[in-house]
């Protein structure tokens, strides 16, 4: 009898502690009593009723992906090709991803499948290469939407692969190679032509200068020939000035007259008469000449 009861509360002691549950970070368990949901149990310590609780499902909180296989889709200019798509997707609900889809997994995939047809069938194969955000924008909305009533919340759609048929691959290459010469071509022209305006602009500068360097040539040369005539000129009155202080002003308008007579004697005339009252000047010229050299 006293192992019998040793026994029955080893038993007890076992049962209760087969009991106590402890729900990790990032988790939750849904429990049913007598085969109907009762609680969700998160993070912590719990204690289970022994052969009237039990654990239905536990569920990970964490963020999932589901990989697809490509699908075959047709676009709205009737090109076939195969798109590889990824959902990212985590539990909200854990009561919810229990009892609401019999495989979340699969239905998902489906889901997926029949919403990507639609998109792509609405866009042309230009369209489809290159608006990649778009498609994983109307994707995203779409099964988020769909999978509310399951307890699963979509994060993020990648569309990961687009295999275009093998035809289309080469005419989009053969595109792309004429692109490529044509901007090349371009590209050439458009050095020239900058090649060329920039010889026509040295060549425009090149006789800018040039004209310059002339005009500042003449003026100089000008302005060395005014100051030369000025000079003379200069020279000329002030020695006149001085044989005015020293002859009076009649005796200047004879020198001026003796000094036209040179021209005169250039001529081809023979004789050449000259007045006396030039004559007497000119005496008087040479005497101050002489006066001069004596008294430096």
């Known amino acids: 009898m006293y192992y019998v009861l040793i026994a ?15 729900v990790p970070q990032s988790n939750a368990f849904v429990i049913e009593r007598f085969g109907g949901y009762t ?22 909180l964490k963020e999932s992906l589901y990989d697809y296989e490509p699908q075959p889709v047709i676009t709205k200019d009737n090109v076939t090709m195969l798109v590889d798509t990824v959902v990212f997707y985590q539990i909200s609900d854990a009561k919810l991803f229990a009892y609401g889809a019999e495989n979340p997994k699969l239905a998902i995939d489906k889901l997926s499948t ?61 595109q792309m190679r004429a692109e490529r010469e044509r901007r090349a071509v371009i590209l050439a022209a458009e050095g020239e032509k900058q090649a060329a305006i920039l010889k026509a602009e040295g060549e425009r500068q090149s006789l800018i200068l ?9 003026i ?22 001085m044989i005015k202080s020293a ?32 004559q007497n000047l000119a005496g008087l010229v040479t005497a101050v000449t002489e006066m001069a050299k004596g008294n430096p």
């Open 210 to 218: 040039q004209a310059e360097a002339k005009k500042e040539a003449a």
């Open 39 to 60: 609680a969700t149990w998160n993070v912590g310590i719990h204690i289970l009723i022994p052969f009237i609780d039990r654990v239905a499902k536990r569920v990970s």
């Open 114 to 174: 029949t919403t990507l047809r639609n998109v792509i069938g609405e866009l042309e194969l230009d369209e489809t290469l290159s608006s990649r955000d778009t498609i994983n924008g109307k994707l995203r909305s779409i099964l988020d939407d769909a999978t509310d009533a399951w307890g699963i919340k979509i994060n993020r759609v990648e569309v990961k692969n687009i295999d275009p048929p093998e035809s289309i691959k080469e005419a989009m290459e053969k």
């Open 220 to 241: 100089q040369e000008a302005e060395g020939e005014a100051k030369a005539i000025y000079a003379v000129q200069k020279a000329t009155a002030d020695g006149l000035e």
């Open 247 to 278: 002859i009076g002003s009649e005796g200047a308008i004879k020198l001026k007259s003796f000094e036209a007579l040179q021209y005169v004697a250039d001529g081809k005339s023979t004789k050449i008469i000259i007045p006396s009252d030039i």
């Open 8 to 22: 029955l509360i080893v038993f007890v002691l076992l049962v209760v502690i087969s009991g106590i549950k402890i």
